[in-house]
């Protein structure tokens, strides 16, 4: 984690200065954001939670950063990820854990948690996180804020660790995160498009005209017996959201795929088994530098797995042969997914079996652990579908419980569309209760308002017009040079 106390200072007077001259304003001018911390950022450390790249600084900006810095943001810092992300819990040798802002005692979730916790406390207006089993869509759910998994190839993710532009670049992006949809389609607008340096972008332009035609879709509930099962609070979320799209005049009916088991099992291969023996490398000899929750992960890349009926088992020998024939199966499968969706492009499901778990009980283990609780959404990383995961319940322990929304490939704006619809009508975002000393605000009853809402005037910069009662990153540069007061050093979660 890295907070850059200095340059968000400077860059918060560039920006005021080019109001007060009356220059152009790119459409992100003065907001403060984040980035997960592996992501490139020139001259910040970027460890992705390990030990062994805490001395590594980049010479450059991955491209994701320089469209960020050119639409006008401030940068603040980067945030905290569990050890190369392999988790649903942000904790690391590095930097500790990051705590849940709607109660410490629980998991922010993985492994975009200290950007999810950092963006839901105030501490910033929203930022980038990436996701190659939900890790981009568990943290939102997990701390009640919104984030987008895109289809591969709309953001381009050079610069991010593991690298995203590879072989198996499909398997994971990177996307934007923020309180209300309305932000995540600004940061999709300003992110999206393609880039010379990434061969897995769309040199294409694809239409976001989706205002007539997100009324007319078809959404289906999703059902599959390779979900597993959800928290009865996670059920009640899931009715909650298909009535108030019933009540926007959407058409929702039951839509089952019989195939989710053996998409979750090829999901596993990849990220499991492939991706484990891409790290050995890296790894070897300084083992002892890793992290218990790392440790985890390779365990369970390493062990049988337990007794299935596919013949897809992920503990059988690596060959050439095995690989190409788990890749034609993950390209039927996907197949299989886009033909039953051809009628009803926009699913509804759960994000994970059940709200934010207390620090220390995610775990990779059989039967209850992540391959089990999180399956509704690790089927998307495999299919390549796009997700966005919106705030829409509370669980007995006052946890916040998120739905989510899938798409067909590139149609990421329709997916956007329908959400922000269903946002819309659940009502305005909740900030956490914090105490002072837990975030960024100051008072439990401060809100802080979606810079989306601001963006709609033009002639200040959005960060420049909220109220200066919320006391928070975004509202701190109502004063120049942001306040004085502001407590930066509690913002890295």
């Not at 058409?251 to 088994?273: D, I, K, M, Q, Y």
């Not at 089990?372 to 007995?396: C, E, I, Y």
Request: proline residues 9%; hydrophobic residues 40%; aromatic residues 6%.
């Amino acid at each position: 984690m890295h907070i850059d106390e200095t340059g968000a200072r400077e860059q918060a007077q560039i920006a005021e200065a080019a109001v007060m001259r009356g220059e152009p304003l790119g459409p992100l001018h003065g907001v403060p954001l984040t980035v997960k911390s592996c992501i490139d950022v020139v001259g910040w450390p970027s460890a992705a939670g390990s030990l062994l790249r805490k001395d590594y600084q980049p010479g450059g900006d991955a491209t994701l950063v320089q469209r960020l810095r050119k639409a006008g943001a401030i940068l603040l810092g980067n945030t905290n990820t569990p050890e190369f992300l392999m988790a649903y819990e942000t904790d690391n040798l590095l930097a500790g854990k990051t705590n849940n802002p709607w109660n410490p005692i629980y998991s922010a979730g993985g492994s975009s948690g200290g950007e999810a916790a950092a963006i839901a406390s105030g501490c910033s207006a929203g930022g980038i996180g990436s996701d190659g089993g939900g890790s981009i869509r568990v943290p939102a759910h997990f701390c009640g804020i919104c984030g987008l998994k895109p289809t591969p190839g709309r953001i381009p993710s050079n610069g991010h660790y593991p690298p995203g532009n590879s072989a198996f670049g499909w398997l994971g992006v990177v996307g934007p995160m923020a309180r209300t949809v309305g932000d995540l389609k600004v940061l999709f607008e300003v992110l999206r498009g393609p880039d010379a340096g990434d061969a897995l972008t769309i040199p294409l332009h694809i239409s976001d005209d989706t205002s007539s035609r997100s009324k007319k879709v078809r959404i289906g509930i999703l059902e599959g017996d390779g979900l597993g099962t959800v928290t009865p609070e996670t059920q009640i979320a899931v009715r909650k959201a298909a009535q108030l799209l019933a009540y926007q005049g959407f058409v929702l009916e039951p839509f089952r795929l019989n195939n989710l088991a053996r998409v979750l099992e090829l999901w596993w291969f990849f990220f499991g088994t492939v991706i484990s023996e891409l790290f050995q490398e890296g790894i070897r000899g300084r083992e002892a530098l890793l992290s218990p929750i790392f440790r985890d992960y390779l365990q369970a890349c390493s062990s049988p797995a337990p007794p299935m009926t596919s013949p897809l088992t992920p503990m059988a020998p690596m060959t050439m042969t095995r690989l190409v024939a788990m890749s034609e199966a993950r390209d039927g499968e996907r197949a299989n997914i886009l033909r039953a969706m051809s009628d009803t492009p926009i699913l509804l499901s759960p994000v994970c079996a059940a709200p934010a778990f207390p620090h220390g009980e995610g775990n990779w283990r059989p039967k209850t652990g992540y391959r089990d609780t999180m399956r509704h959404s690790q089927w998307l990383n495999l299919a390549g579908f796009p997700g966005v995961a919106v705030p829409m319940g509370k669980s007995p322990e006052g946890l916040p419980i998120g739905v989510q929304l899938v798409g067909r490939p590139y149609e990421d704006e329709l997916v956007l569309a329908v959400a922000e619809q269903l946002e819309a009508a659940r009502g305005p975002w909740q900030p956490p209760d914090l105490h002072p000393d837990q975030g960024c605000r100051a008072s439990s009853g401060s809100a802080v308002a979606p810079f989306s809402t601001s963006l709609r005037s033009r002639s200040t910069p959005a960060a420049m017009i909220l109220p200066a009662s919320a006391n928070s990153a975004l509202a701190s540069s109502v004063r120049p040079s942001f306040c004085s007061t502001w407590p930066v050093t509690k913002c890295a979660l």
